[in-house]
Nanobody, 124 residues
Framework: QVHLVESGGGLVQAGGSLRLSCVAS????????MGWFRQAPGKEREFVAA????????DYADSVKGRFTISRDNAANTVYLHLNSLKPEDTAVYYC?????????????????WGQGTQVTVSS
């Protein structure tokens, strides 16, 4: 069993930055790809970013490419999402998730553990 806890969300002005953290407990996540997803009010959950088990490769949604960066610290059992150049359309609850696989995918169904989410609100 893996327990994921996100933090770092908040209210920020457009153009600002945030760093989200996801701390895992229960067992190591060093063998698993990790991902971030988000869900805005009235919209479906969407893929944001993912990283391989060792951090050697990453993948991003087109909407965040060049602005967001995913990273991980396996020694700390933690995954990060750096959000830069934030836009009002980035407003959502951001969820951290653990993949069933070592290589990341964009499909939510490939992730078997999820955090409770952290709210990111970007004002214009």
């Amino acid at each position: 069993q893996v327990h994921l806890v996100e933090s770092g969300g908040g209210l920020v002005q457009a153009g600002g930055s945030l760093r989200l953290s996801c701390v895992a407990s229960g067992r190591t996540i060093s063998s698993d790809a990790m991902g971030w997803f988000r869900q805005a009010p009235g919209k479906e959950r969407e893929f944001v970013a993912a990283i391989t088990y060792y951090g050697s490769a990453t993948d991003y949604a087109d909407s965040v490419k060049g602005r967001f960066t995913i990273s991980r610290d396996n020694a700390a059992n933690t995954v990060y999402l750096h959000l830069n150049s934030l836009k009002p359309e980035d407003t959502a609850v951001y969820y951290c998730a653990k993949s069933e696989y070592a290589i990341p995918t964009m499909k939510g169904n490939d992730y078997n553990y999820w955090g409770q989410g952290t709210q990111v609100t970007v004002s214009s």
